[in-house]
């Protein structure tokens, strides 16, 4: 039996890491690993069920500046919790904001 039949470019010969579909490979496997990298910092883990953004996260979630942010916080608009200097927010409290400004197209 010809194994050169065997490839579809009637090829047979050793593939290194130079030849286009190994390269091709290790581009995809790149691509893929860059992909959960950025999955895994997204992720937090919850406490209690609840996940905390930092004021950063938050403002960006909202689209609004963090010094907004900081004065929806004293103005008692945002709930927030303060431990030690860090100031956090739960998603819970952000999704309930945005969904009071939900507005119903009739």
């Not at 406490?47 to 909202?62: N, Q, V, Y």
Request: one cysteine or more; a positive charge.
């Amino acid at each position: 039996m010809d194994s050169r039949l065997d490839y579809p470019d009637g090829g047979g010969d050793l593939m290194t890491k130079n030849h286009p579909r190994v390269a091709a490979f290790f581009a995809s496997l790149d691509r893929m690993l860059d992909g959960l990298e950025r999955m895994v910092v997204a992720c937090k883990p919850a406490l209690g069920g609840e996940r905390f953004l930092t004021d950063r996260e938050a403002s960006e979630r909202l689209k609004i500046s963090r010094r907004t942010l900081q004065e929806w916080r004293y103005g008692g608009t945002m709930p927030y919790l303060q431990l030690g200097g860090k100031i956090l927010f739960r998603e819970s409290d952000i999704q309930s904001i945005l969904d009071r400004g939900l507005r119903n197209v009739s």
